[in-house]
């Protein structure tokens, strides 16, 4: 089975990798911000699964504060 390789944040990693402690972190903050009380972090195998919860969490947070100044208007 080949290995699939991605560019994160300017670094080639391998898709098979375990995230990064700094990428786990970064989940938990943004989760966090987007109001999700559960540990997601825990659920990440790899890194172009963290990748792809960042990105999704980032939607989320913009998502809801774009609900929050639309309420405020």
């Excluded at 994160?8 to 990693?13: A, F, K, L, P, Q």
């Excluded at 911000?33 to 890194?47: C, R």
């Excluded at 809801?64 to 309420?71: D, G, I, L, V």
Aim: charged share 30%; hydrophobic share 35%.
């Amino acid at each position: 089975m080949p290995l699939w390789y991605v560019e994160y944040s300017g670094v080639e990693v391998m898709i098979d990798e375990k995230p990064s402690p700094q990428q786990l972190r970064y989940i938990a903050i943004l989760a966090m911000k987007a109001g999700i009380k559960e540990p997601v972090e825990d659920t990440v195998a790899n890194t172009a699964e963290a990748g792809r919860m960042i990105q999704e969490l980032k939607m989320q947070i913009r998502s809801k504060e774009r609900r929050c100044t639309h309420n405020e208007g």
